[in-house]
């Protein structure tokens, strides 16, 4: 019998005063979980209508979503030493996004946290900031007079 040693969770203290890019694992597991985002947008159909928002190649979209989630995180400022203020929803304005697109682009986030193994309390309260900003980026109505309801 094999028995594996897993790192001890985060202490309820350490979570409360731990920054978020700490929390996450650092820059290493920052970027496993950008790349896991966007591999799975690039490979599942599910998440086809994200996918088409986005260009043909994914590399600038993961380098800038990385260096964005760096200093959201409480990490290095790596988007804003390069660009300024995100401005995010100046910065996605060029595209419809509405409560599909919301959705999808949370299941992928989700999926990307599971998939790198993130810890449970870390995902949720993650997601709940996630849902924040993304539901603020909806720039199109879900439905119009000629959507059939």
């Known amino acids: 019998m094999t028995i594996e040693h897993t790192a001890p969770a985060h202490t309820p203290e350490e979570q409360s005063q731990a920054s978020i890019y700490d929390l996450i694992g650092g820059a290493d597991k920052l970027r496993e979980l950008v ?32 260096w964005f989630l760096s200093g ?14 995100p401005r995010l929803r100046a910065r996605h304005l060029p595209y419809g996004i509405a409560s599909p697109e919301r959705d999808q682009w949370l299941r992928c986030m989700a999926l990307a946290m599971q998939d790198v193994g993130m810890d449970e309390w870390l995902q949720e309260r993650l997601l ?18 000629d959507t059939p309801q």
């Open 72 to 85: 959201w995180s409480g990490g290095p400022d790596l988007y804003i030493e390069q660009f300024g203020h």
């Open 128 to 145: 709940t900031s996630f849902f924040q900003t993304a539901d603020w980026m909806r720039n199109k109505p879900d439905y119009t007079l």
């Open 35 to 66: 790349d896991r985002f966007y591999d799975l947008m690039d490979l599942e159909p599910q998440f086809a209508v994200i996918r088409a928002l986005h260009p043909t190649s994914l590399d600038g979209s993961r380098d800038k979503f990385y």
